[in-house]
């Protein structure tokens, strides 16, 4: 099992940045893709970015020119770099692993991002 943390949340107002962490630790691993997906209030979870092992990025419409998804290799560590953020993107972000080896996947607690107008 590889256990995911998510730092980096917090409260901005619009137009502002904000930079997400996910640090993967646990025994040996190997990661298939890594991704970032958020919730809102009353809706459903959502994708927002994937990257792969290849560094292949994905990106949902809504953030696409505006967030980045980067890995660290080294530091086990994804991010999401979120520039211009808008009222809509306010929501629980949660990071989430798709592992080769242990095979499986894991989830993060989530952390909080409030966007004010």
């Known amino acids: 099992q590889v256990q995911l943390v998510e730092s980096g949340g917090g409260l901005v107002q619009a137009g502002g940045s904000l930079r997400l962490s996910c640090a993967a630790s646990?025994?040996?691993?190997?990661?298939?893709?890594m991704g970032w997906y958020r919730q809102a209030p009353g809706k459903q979870r959502e994708l927002v970015a994937t990257?792969?092992?290849?560094?292949?990025?994905n990106y949902a419409d809504s953030v696409k020119g505006r967030f980045t998804i980067s890995r660290d290799n080294a530091k086990n560590t994804v991010y999401l770099q979120m520039n211009s953020l808008k009222p809509e993107d306010a929501a629980v972000y949660y990071c989430?692993?798709?592992?080769?080896?242990?095979?499986?996947?894991?989830w993060g607690q989530g952390t909080q991002v409030t966007v004010s107008s």
């Open positions: 989430n692993g798709r592992f080769i080896f242990p095979r499986g996947e894991s």
């Open positions: 646990g025994s040996r691993f190997v990661i298939n893709a």
């Open positions: 990257i792969t092992s290849g560094g292949m990025t």
